[in-house]
Nanobody, 116 residues
């Protein structure tokens, strides 16, 4: 298992930006992919963005062109840059690590609230 600690959530007005960080307790060599998911009240948890160890990325259609995922292997950290935020982006954002062993680890979540 790997422990994940998210940070960077908060309250922002529509059109604003936030950057989320997810720090892993172990080196990236043990992680095959990392991603961000979100869950709004009454909704299922959904994928926002994913980045593989090789640097390939995948985004939900709803955030393409607005969000960007990146990783800093030296810091064992993945980032989610969120621009042009909308009220519909309001949710708890969770970091997920897919380990090379096949196990998954989740962070505790960070709240993002976008006011109109």
């Amino acid at each position: 298992q790997v422990q994940l600690v998210e940070s960077g959530g908060g309250l922002v007005q529509a059109g604003g930006s936030l950057r989320l960080s997810c720090a892993a307790s172990r080196g990236m060599f043990s992680i095959s992919a990392m991603g961000w998911y979100r869950q709004a009240p009454g909704n299922q948890r959904e994928l926002v963005a994913m980045i593989t160890r090789g640097g390939n990325t995948n985004y939900a259609d709803s955030v393409k062109g607005r969000f960007s995922i990146s990783r800093d292997n030296a810091k064992n950290t993945v980032y989610l840059q969120m621009n042009s935020l909308k009220p519909d982006d309001t949710a708890v954002y969770f970091c997920k690590a897919e380990l090379v062993t096949g196990q998954n680890s989740w962070g505790q979540g960070t709240q993002v609230t976008v006011s109109s």
